[in-house]
């Protein structure tokens, strides 16, 4: 479920879990963080959507280049970006 989603379905407006302060919520999200991220590394939805953005970016900047030049740098850039 997205977080819109979730957000905005019934259950989110019971009143317990707008009884947090922000400095919980903060120490829960340091404390999920780290799964959080590998979750999103390991999804293929992670995987085909970074390498259609990738894609669509080198074109922009390099127009139509060698193919396997641009496999090459597809897949560096992918190594390289992190998520925050």
Not at 40 to 67: H, Q, R, V, W
């Amino acid at each position: 479920m997205s977080l819109v989603a979730h957000y905005s379905s019934p259950l989110s407006t019971n009143s317990q879990t707008r009884m947090l302060s922000e400095t919980t919520v903060s120490k829960l999200a340091d404390a999920l963080k780290s799964d959080i991220v590998q979750e999103i590394y390991d999804s293929e939805k992670y995987y085909d959507f970074m390498t259609e953005l990738i894609g669509e970016a080198l074109e922009k900047k390099l127009g139509n280049c060698d193919p396997d030049l641009f496999f090459d740098l597809g897949l560096c850039l992918m190594d390289r970006i992190e998520l925050k």
